[in-house]
């Protein structure tokens, strides 16, 4: 097993994997920008490194400073986290070049998925299903048109290097393909460099259900049930729930051998999660692959209590996993607690939190990296916490985040705490009956303010 770790990355990640390396015996290395100088990560890890200033390519995206840290203090692996270098096909493969472990999925298999269209193709040889969708690439506008019309609208058309739902657009009839292309290409183009457009039918009434899933270094895989994530606001997932109130035990099934069908057939290694888009009708159809561990992690370690982040360690290790899959037994709820003001379109609120009392009791996880004072700094993730209950049932797991998130006290910046209250009493989110397009209509009530 590694005898060191280095972390390459910052926050409530870089916290939640020092805990489990220390459980393990395993020292840790903390890479800090200068604006992160008095963070937790950098305080309870064994050693710490500065990379650099505070903007994110000038340190956490900037590889050379992260394998300079792990030469000099003798590290043997690297864990990325989430976000940043930890899909980068490029920074696995100059880990394996300097005989440092990336504990995470190889280049290549981050290269098969992280191109969307690429990833597309190798799920349907792999037989999972897929969304109805163009051959590859779009050309031009009057490619997209033809592909639109055979295909019938509405379609969605996408950038093949995206995220975060930049170069995405609906387009429901011929008339406004025209403009949404070139807008799309556009925007792509600024965000990835890369203005590579394809299309997919768009799935009405869709909940986006993801599947996590674990491979080891001898092409096994086992699967650890759903993650609904269809509360989201511009494609950013604001809270996630397991097992999901749309699931039956059938297609939990069949997702789930889905799943493992897709890290089975690029031999996936780590952990990652299999995307799915859900129809009302319950088809489901293969969206994309995470090749990393996810915010949302802790709801399922909760309902099948499981370590994810340790067996991340082991599998990138060496050991084999047992390939059985797993079920929850709880219901799991979590809730992303961003430094952004939900009365005022969810605005980023950086600055110094002064007053900070944090929710306790049965069932009440919390994941974070802030403390009394902390200074909230402009240049990253507004994510500030994770809120995580845990309970019995759905409606005791809702109750218990209720309690939870009235004893949340952040003074000093606005918090997405207020939308979370009143997202609990939503009838909607109660009922169980929401889609990816729940945000659309969803309008802040100022009794909930602070």
């Not at 299903?129 to 163009?134: F, V």
Request: net charge negative; proline share 5%.
């Amino acid at each position: 097993m590694f005898k060191k770790v280095l972390i390459a990355n910052r926050g409530e990640i870089a916290l939640r994997i020092i805990r489990t390396c220390k459980e393990m015996g395993i020292k840790t290395v903390a890479v800090y920008s200068k604006a992160d100088e008095e963070s937790l990560h950098v305080r309870f890890a064994d050693e710490a490194v500065c990379i650099g200033p505070a903007p994110s390519h000038e340190s956490y995206l900037k590889i050379p400073n992260i394998i300079a840290a792990a030469e000099i203090t003798n590290a043997d692996a690297i864990h990325p986290g989430y976000g940043f270098l930890s899909e980068n096909s490029k920074f696995s493969k100059i880990c394996a070049e300097h005989e440092i472990k990336f504990i995470g999925a190889s280049g290549a298999q981050i290269d098969q998925m992280g191109d969307k269209a690429t990833a597309k193709e190798t799920m349907k040889k792999a037989g999972v299903p897929t969304i109805p969708g163009s051959e590859g690439l779009l050309k031009d506008v009057a490619d997209a048109k033809k592909v639109a019309k055979k295909m019938g609208y509405p379609v969605m058309i996408k950038a093949t290097a995206g995220g975060g739902g930049k170069g995405m657009r609906a387009i429901w009839s011929e008339d406004e393909m025209e403009s949404n292309f070139e807008s799309a290409v556009q925007e792509a183009t600024a965000a990835f460099g890369n203005g590579g457009m394809y299309m997919e039918k768009l799935i009405e009434e869709p909940r986006h259900i993801e599947i996590q899933v674990v491979g080891d270094q001898f092409g096994k895989a086992c699967h650890l049930s759903e993650r609904d994530c269809s509360v989201q606001r511009r494609h950013q997932k604001l809270t996630e729930e397991t097992p999901s109130p749309f699931m039956t035990d059938s297609l939990r099934e069949e997702m789930g051998k889905a799943a493992v069908k897709a890290a089975e057939f690029i031999k996936y290694e780590g952990a990652g999660t299999v995307e799915f888009l859900v129809d009302k009708h319950r088809n489901f159809y293969f969206m994309e692959m995470n090749t990393r561990i996810q915010v949302e992690h802790p709801i399922t370690e909760q309902v099948v209590d499981y370590d994810l982040i340790r067996e991340q360690i082991l599998v990138a290790g060496g050991v084999p996993i047992s390939g059985k899959n797993y079920y929850p037994k709880l219901h799991s709820i979590e809730c992303r607690i961003n430094a952004e003001d939900p009365y005022n379109d969810f605005r980023p609120s950086p600055g110094k939190i002064t007053t900070l009392h944090t929710p306790g009791g049965h069932g009440i996880r919390l994941d974070t990296h802030v403390y009394s004072g902390y200074m909230i700094p402009p240049n990253y993730d507004s994510m500030i916490a994770k809120l995580i209950t845990t309970a019995q049932t759905r409606e005791e797991a809702i109750n218990k985040m209720r309690r939870a998130l009235d004893e949340f006290v952040i003074e000093g910046v606005k918090t997405t705490i207020p939308f979370h209250r009143q997202l609990m009493e939503h009838p909607d989110y109660l009922a169980g009956n929401y889609t990816t397009k729940f945000m659309e209509d969803f309008e802040m009530d100022p009794k909930y303010q602070d």
